[in-house]
């Protein structure tokens, strides 16, 4: 069996009220045409960081309930083949907690996609303190994934997507950390996209605060590198043996998790295996991160292969 950690899909709605924002085709026909050549058995599905798209004036908490209520019927009509992760309108803060309750009491989706900043407010800040409260009271999966920098991009012939995702992963994960974010609300179930980012290479240096400045280290008593072990990552356009090998030095084979990124994905042009360097596990390892090790995040969609 395969699971999908991190696939986008844009609801028809959804992608209507983008107008000629230009993105890839994103359509649940699309994604289950790549699920079938790749042998790809479920997929926890998200809309994906529309922010840098459509700009600062358009409806988020509207742009939200139609996301919110497109991934709901996809999960809906086949509960056995995906996961659904909520959309919510930040950074207004009210609005986001009425969409958190009636994503989860209304629709009945399976967690939350958080960017790792919206319009410059990066997990972990204060402001964001009653969402992660309301999460952590719900034990929620959260699907950590980076979102576009707000500042202009210093070599601007670079895309973002090059290294500035991943960079912005490190932002978020370590203000996570060090604002005491994950020392308060353990109940949480974090799901850091492309495994991790840059975060695991530069785990050391990350942790080195704590000694080098601790006047700016904050409250994580554990240490960065007992917080990141307990993160879970997935293997979305990282499905290599280098980004591997450095997210295996922060945490155990059990807390990596298969993704594609589709549509975004960088798959072998001949279909079958989505990841053959994920070979170099072996076949056991293999087999838990294609499938088994999404148990905590996602459990329904194991026990339906099961039944």
């Known amino acids: ?171 978020a994960v370590t203000n996570l950390i060090y604002s005491g974010t994950l020392e308060r609300h353990g109940h949480i179930r974090w799901q850091i996209a492309h495994l991790g980012g840059a975060a695991p290479f530069l785990s050391h240096r990350l942790a080195s605060l704590a000694e080098r400045e601790p006047q700016l280290a904050g409250d994580a008593p554990a240490g960065v590198l007992a917080y990141l072990s307990r993160l879970y990552y997935d293997t979305g356009l990282a499905n290599n043996v280098p980004a591997l090998a450095a997210t295996r030095e922060v945490t155990g084979i059990d807390h990596i998790v298969f993704g594609t990124d589709w549509p975004y994905a960088a798959l072998p042009a001949d279909g079958g295996d989505p990841a053959p360097a994920l070979d170099t596990l072996g076949p056991s390892l293999r087999s838990a991160v294609d499938a088994a090790n999404a148990r905590p995040l996602v459990p329904r969609l194991l026990e339906a292969a099961t039944r």
Do not use: K
């Open 1 to 171: 069996m395969r699971i999908d950690c991190h696939a986008h899909v844009h609801p028809a709605g959804y992608r209507a009220a983008l107008g000629d924002t230009p993105l890839p085709p994103t359509t649940l026909d699309g994604l289950r045409a790549v699920m079938a050549q790749y042998a790809i058995d479920a997929a926890v599905v998200s809309v994906g960081p529309p922010a840098a798209f459509i700009g600062p004036h358009v409806d988020s908490v509207g742009l939200a309930r139609l996301a919110n209520d497109g991934i709901a019927q996809i999960v809906s009509d086949e509960p056995d083949r995906f996961a659904g992760l909520a959309t919510l309108p930040l950074p207004d803060l009210d609005a986001a907690l009425e969409e958190l309750d009636r994503c989860y009491d209304e629709l009945g989706l399976d967690g939350v996609m958080l960017l790792s900043n919206t319009a410059g407010v990066y997990l972990g800040d204060p402001t964001l303190e009653p969402l992660l409260a309301a999460l952590d009271e719900r034990g929620a999966y959260v699907f950590l994934h980076p979102g576009f920098p707000p500042h202009a991009l210093p070599l601007a012939h670079h895309p973002v997507w090059l290294y500035e995702f991943p960079f912005d992963t490190v932002r």
